[in-house]
């Protein structure tokens, strides 16, 4: 778990910034798995900072629900809450049918560099299965990057924050999905039927399309096991080969 962070001269704000970051990762990677016990002190020492910028970044942590803080017993990763977890899903398809009707009726928004997101998307879901990427890890990360591109596509950069917000509130469930046999050529073949959708510009079909992919992955985050949690969590903790 340990992380390159700012020297000891550095500002306050960015070793804040950079313990946040550290000990977020490990919960998303599942180092730090819900229901874990750590204290500020073990924080710091492993990070090689001060228990202040340790402090700021678990409270800010705590503020945004990854963390409760234990008075007499240092703080406790949040555990799976799945009634909450519920509800990130059911914002995320109201968000994504949202943008997936906009789309379907007007051109995307073009991303930074001018490109069209549609097009990029397509590259990525619309290749042959030969062709398909085999690395549940990497597919993990372009699954989230589909849904968020998706939103972005539509223009309202509101809606994309608010979307992007629940998105990683629920990435340490979704990348527990990867961890199954067939879940990858799934997904592959789940997103290119929502982009065909889309690019015939036929709204009612993508968004059923939609519905059913997001409401299939709801359904497994309730089959989610502590077997599996730690599971992935020593195979995060696995040393390089």
């Not at 020492?45 to 001060?50: A, N």
């Not at 015939?200 to 992919?213: E, G, V, Y």
């Amino acid at each position: 778990m340990d992380h390159p962070l700012p020297p000891a001269d550095a500002a306050p704000r960015s070793r804040a910034d950079s313990v946040y970051q550290a000990v977020k990762q490990d919960i998303l990677d599942y180092r730090l798995a819900p229901g874990e016990r750590f204290t500020e002190t073990e924080v710091a020492e492993r990070l090689r900072v001060s228990r202040t910028p340790v402090r700021e970044a678990l409270f800010r942590l705590e503020r945004e629900g990854y963390l409760e803080v234990r008075h007499r017993n240092g703080w406790l990763v949040r555990p799976l809450d799945f009634d909450t977890l519920d509800h990130f899903y059911d914002l995320r398809l109201v968000l994504e049918q949202t943008a997936v009707r906009r789309l379907c009726a007007r051109e995307p928004a073009r991303t930074a560099d001018g490109r069209n997101p549609l097009s990029a998307l397509s590259a990525i879901w619309l290749t042959p299965p030969a062709e398909r990427l085999a690395d549940g890890e990497h597919v993990a990360r372009l699954d989230e990057s589909f849904h968020i591109d998706l939103v972005a596509a539509a223009g309202n950069p509101e809606m994309a924050r608010v979307h992007r917000a629940a998105t990683e509130r629920i990435r340490i469930v979704r990348r527990l999905d990867f961890t199954l046999a067939d879940r990858i050529d799934t997904t592959y073949q789940e997103h290119g039927d929502i982009l065909r959708a889309i690019l015939a510009r036929d709204a009612a079909q993508a968004c059923a399309l939609l519905r059913a992919h997001i409401e299939a992955s709801q359904a497994q985050v309730r089959k989610i096991t502590l077997h599996r949690l730690y599971s992935a969590r020593r195979v995060a903790a696995a040393p390089a080969l």
